[in-house]
């Protein structure tokens, strides 16, 4: 039971009492049906769309153990609640990740529990209808996936795996989000998800040359689709085209140069970020994993190293292997796959390279607690 003594319900005293669904009109657009088609899904709403949604939800339960743990574990006890920044930035209750969840839990409930089945008022379980279905669309997106309200959960109920199982039911049905099932689709057909080609990324690599050149008068090659070469990079397409004078593959550059280390990016895997999570299909995150094991025998390399995106390793950590294995081409004496911070510090450890340190002149130790990184 919510008490108003509480310090969120201090903060926010009448809002998310009075005033459910406040947050329901913000939705992403809906995507094309040209994009649904492309990436395996219905181009638009089909007609028999509950029933379509109620046996993807029966196979997603059984196929996953911690989903169902999740949806029948919860003692709403409220721990998660201001842990939500989209929560806390909206006062709306259903960004509650307890409530959000329960969005799932109530459809769960009454096609999968025998008190729902038979007593659906008693337990709350509620019709997969449209506006169940319009519900799931709008707070489902208003998720992050940061995980920061499993943190706090005392069973350690993970509102991330509940939103990716609802937005691959939305999916199934005809109903996927413009922004990330374009992005697969760029990424299955050409490699990235910024729909760079293979002569847009060789003029790129030759700009960055130049600038490093440039600022250190120093020659320093950025190869694409080098053969034999020792490691693969995949790096996300952003330090391309976006961010690559900040944390990307001028750094990236530099340290494989003044080490000595053979390396290659790929043209056919351009991209180290795996969208497919976000939609929670595994089926997708699989043909883009694949990607990066066909460009790995392709080019015969030794080693795959991943750029720093923390979403990007979120996958490759947890999922590369499973998706894409066995890597028993590659050299057995290296992780698959590898970060470039892992990388870097085996550099540092083995002094090969040679670092300034007087031109860090003041230390600071930090830790972000990066959703990603820390929690994922």
């Known amino acids: ?27 992403p657009y809906v995507a094309k049906p040209e994009i649904q088609g492309k990436i395996g899904f219905p181009e638009e709403l089909v007609e028999n769309w509950q029933e379509v949604a109620i046996k ?3 196979e997603l339960v059984s196929k ?43 459809v769960y409930r009454r096609y999968f529990t025998f008190a729902g089945k038979y007593f659906p008022k008693l337990v709350g379980a509620k019709e997969m209808d449209k506006e169940m279905l319009d519900d799931w669309y709008s707070y489902f997106h208003q998720c992050s996936q940061c995980r920061r309200c499993s943190v706090y959960c005392p069973f350690g109920i993970d509102t991330a795996e509940i939103s990716m199982a609802a937005r691959e039911i939305l999916d199934s049905v005809g109903v996927g989000q413009k922004y990330c099932n374009e992005i697969i689709g760029k990424a299955q057909t050409i490699g990235n998800n910024l729909g760079l080609r293979e002569p847009a990324l060789l003029d790129t690599l030759e700009g960055l040359e130049e600038d490093i050149e440039e600022e250190t008068g120093v020659v320093v090659r950025l190869p694409l689709d080098q053969k034999n070469a020792d490691i693969l990079l995949v790096t996300p397409s952003a330090d391309f085209f976006a961010e690559p004078h900040v944390d990307g593959l001028i750094g990236y550059a530099k340290v494989f140069h003044a ?39 392709d080019l015969g390399v030794k080693r795959i190293v991943f750029g720093e995106c923390g979403h990007a390793w979120s996958v490759a950590y947890n999922f590369l292997n499973t998706l894409a294995g066995p890597f028993d081409f590659l050299d057995p004496n290296y992780p698959v796959p590898q970060h470039i911070c892992e ?7 083995r002094d090969l390279l040679t670092l300034d340190k007087s031109a860090n002149d003041d230390k600071v130790l930090t830790f972000h607690d990066s959703c990603n990184i820390a929690r994922g």
């Open 259 to 297: 080490a000595g280390l053979s390396w290659t990016l790929s043209s056919h895997a351009s991209e180290a970020a795996n969208f497919g999570m976000f939609i929670g299909s595994h089926e997708n995150m699989q043909i883009l994993a694949m990607r990066i094991r066909d460009a790995a025998l």
């Open 56 to 58: 993807k939800m029966g």
């Open 1 to 27: 039971m919510l008490d108003f003594e509480t310090p969120v319900l201090k903060q926010y005293p009448i809002i998310p009492l009075i005033q459910p669904g406040v947050m329901a009109h913000s939705k």
């Open 343 to 349: 990388v870097t510090y085996d550099l540092i450890q």
């Open 64 to 106: 996953s153990r911690a989903l169902r743990v999740f949806l029948d574990s919860c003692v709403k006890c409220g721990a998660c609640t201001d842990k939500c920044h989209y929560f806390l930035g909206t006062a709306d209750p259903k960004n509650m990740p307890v409530a959000r969840q329960d969005l799932f839990r109530d």
